[in-house]
């Protein structure tokens, strides 16, 4: 079974798709799943998809990038080539300039805690993290975009679970975006959304 992670910045729409894909009858999923040590955190990933597989589901965790990164040394970015080796990987990207619209957002109703240089170095990590995993193991990585999932949602989760392994439930459907992320990031979705 191709068991996967969904890995990916802040604001580029992760627990969205893990919402999204935890609807799947055929998909076990573990949010947020990590530990401060790579090595048990893989083993545990692997007893996890072990169980799923007997019941029949395909398992996958969305991991908090940022935090495994940044907060934990031994994370390093060849840990995330590691994982690639046992789980196919759903990147979630989007636009550099839709993300950063949405972190000057942010900012401006209070809740951006980082600074501007913080915040595109997390960027830059994540995309290199992605060249890596892609020159190395190219077949078991797709990325998932954000903006593609806001103006063409059936489509992209369609192709997704194509990836996966799945057939498309009309359930998948039932996870929009929240409210509150619509309205955080109200300056770019007035781009996709029309009245």
């Known amino acids: 079974m ?18 999204t894909l935890n609807k799947h009858t055929k998909l076990k ?20 998809a ?10 996958f965790n969305k991991i908090p990038f940022e935090q495994t990164i940044i907060r934990f040394d031994c994370w390093k970015k060849y840990n995330f080539v590691e994982l690639s080796k046992h789980f196919h990987i759903i990147f979630c990207s989007r636009a550099i300039t839709s993300w950063a619209e949405s972190w000057h957002r942010r900012q401006e109703i209070g809740c951006a805690q980082r600074k501007p240089q913080e915040m595109v170095d997390r ?9 890596d995993i892609l020159e190395m193991n190219p077949d078991k990585v ?51 959304y029309h009245d």
């Open 2 to 19: 191709k068991n996967f992670i969904i890995i990916g910045n802040g604001s580029t729409g992760t627990s969205w798709l893990y919402k």
């Open 29 to 48: 999923g573990d949010f947020e799943y990590f530990n401060s040590s790579f090595k048990t955190t893989l083993d545990e990933m692997l007893n996890r």
């Open 50 to 59: 072990v169980e799923a597989n007997k019941n029949g589901k395909i398992y």
């Open 123 to 131: 960027y830059l990590i994540g995309w290199s993290i992605y060249l």
């Open 142 to 192: 797709i990325l998932s975009n954000f903006e593609r999932r806001l103006i063409a949602f059936e489509t992209e989760i369609k192709y997704i679970c194509d990836f996966a392994g799945v057939e498309f439930e009309e359930a998948m459907l039932s996870e929009p975006p929240k409210k509150e992320i619509i309205q955080r990031d109200k300056p770019v979705f007035c781009e996709f």
